[in-house]
């Protein structure tokens, strides 16, 4: 096995024959040898699945990465979970909002608004769902099972401190709840003792027949939306698929791109003026730099299961340096997804104050698109360069 080296091709740099982890030095190239433009300190951006705790029930297991994590991501967590056929997350609700995405198979879920308006609807791979802030709802995995994405718009939440009905009951008097109910302290022998959090319960029927009739109707917006059935922004590298509240209305906190990057592809030098970035990568491998100002930038390599974060307005781009597609969710904490392109801010600014500034060629300028392409062929080379020894 060829054992990578902190060695440039410049020569700068030195063997590393000391303990190390060579596999985590081969799948992070760019942190084993930056770019020389790398610069300055900038926090830790990237924290994976893989390194989490996992905790596992009879009916599914989930792991989470918060601020505890990765302490830049102040503003979103996210929750990787999977349930068993029939294995449910039990009823309960969170003081932050709850943004979903479908990795594969299938699930159930339900909810009741606070006007007494109840929702029940299957989802499946590429399926999103969004529970506003103290909505109490459930999830239940259909035949074969699923895994999703759970998004929280609070860098500090834990899934494992939530509100979770059978949690209350254990922790309320049997008297009080024989009141609350109506019904005999005999009946209240078998509550659980403490939190169920996921469970093993059967698989459910069809959901008519799951179906319960609300006297005040169903809620008024959809708590899902389709995210694969809508029509994406086409480029020459990739495709994009915007989701906010524009679109998925009940949807006021959280905001998402689903990005596809073809190999060789690059999704272009950008910025959000309105919210960190959290990114969750699903296929491929990536690269990415982030600039932050003041001479410093720093560059990372990301896989399926890794976690990225931007700050707000650092300036990045993400570049597929594999052989297969790049797929990664971008979702903010905010309810419009907004971006700048560095390539169309240029393009619609006076060409002379641009090719000054820049000291730019013509062909330069002639490359600049006034028309926004967010995810574009990259031609400066064809597979990933070496960089060390």
């Not at 830049?72 to 932050?96: D, P």
């Not at 949690?167 to 008097?173: E, L, Q, S, V, Y």
């Not at 109910?181 to 799951?210: C, H, M, N």
Request: glycine content about 8%; aromatic content about 12%.
């Amino acid at each position: 096995m060829e054992i990578p080296q902190p060695i440039r091709e410049d020569g700068a740099g030195f063997v590393d024959l000391g303990p190390r982890d060579v596999m985590r030095d081969k799948e992070n190239p760019d942190m084993l040898v930056p770019p020389m433009t790398d610069a300055g300190t900038i926090p830790n951006l990237k924290f994976s699945f893989s390194d989490t705790y996992m905790n596992l029930d009879k009916g599914g297991w989930s792991r989470q990465i918060t601020e505890r994590e990765l302490p830049i991501a102040t503003q979103l967590a996210g929750v990787n979970m999977s349930l068993t056929e029939g294995g449910v997350r039990e009823l309960h609700w969170h003081k932050e909002s709850e943004w979903a995405y479908m990795i594969w198979g299938h699930a159930r879920i339900t909810a009741v608004d606070q006007k007494g308006r109840n929702f029940i609807a299957d989802v499946g791979p590429g399926d999103l769902w969004y529970f506003p802030s103290g909505i109490p709802h459930s999830i239940q995995g259909l035949k074969g099972g699923c895994e999703f994405l759970l998004v929280f718009d609070d860098g500090s939440f834990s899934d494992l401190d939530t509100f979770s009905v059978s949690d209350w009951f254990a922790h309320t008097p049997k008297e009080v709840l024989s009141a609350n109910f109506g019904v005999p302290i005999s009946s209240l022998a078998g509550i659980p003792k403490k939190q169920r959090y996921i469970y093993q319960s059967t698989v459910p029927g069809s959901i008519e027949s799951d179906r319960v009739l609300s006297p005040n109707g169903t809620v008024p917006l959809t708590f899902t939306h389709r995210l694969l059935a809508q029509k994406p922004i086409e480029s020459s590298g990739g495709t994009v698929r915007i989701v906010d509240s524009t679109t998925f209305k009940v949807s006021k906190t959280t905001a998402a791109a689903l990005v596809e990057v073809k190999p060789g592809g690059i999704r272009e030098m950008h910025w959000h003026p309105n919210a960190d970035e959290w990114q969750y990568y699903l296929t491929g491998k990536a690269r990415m730099s982030v600039f932050a100002s003041n001479g410093t930038s720093r560059t990372f390599n990301y896989r399926a299961g890794d976690v990225g974060y931007v700050p707000r307005v650092f300036g990045h781009y993400i570049q597929n340096i594999g052989t297969e597609t790049l797929w990664f969710l971008a979702i903010f904490r905010t309810d419009q997804y907004m971006d700048i392109s560095l390539n169309q801010w240029l393009a619609l600014t006076p060409h002379e104050l641009v090719q000054q500034n820049l000291n730019a060629s013509q062909e330069l300028m002639k490359s600049l698109q006034k028309q926004y392409s967010p995810v574009n062929k990259f031609l400066g080379f064809s597979t990933y360069p070496k960089t060390n020894g």
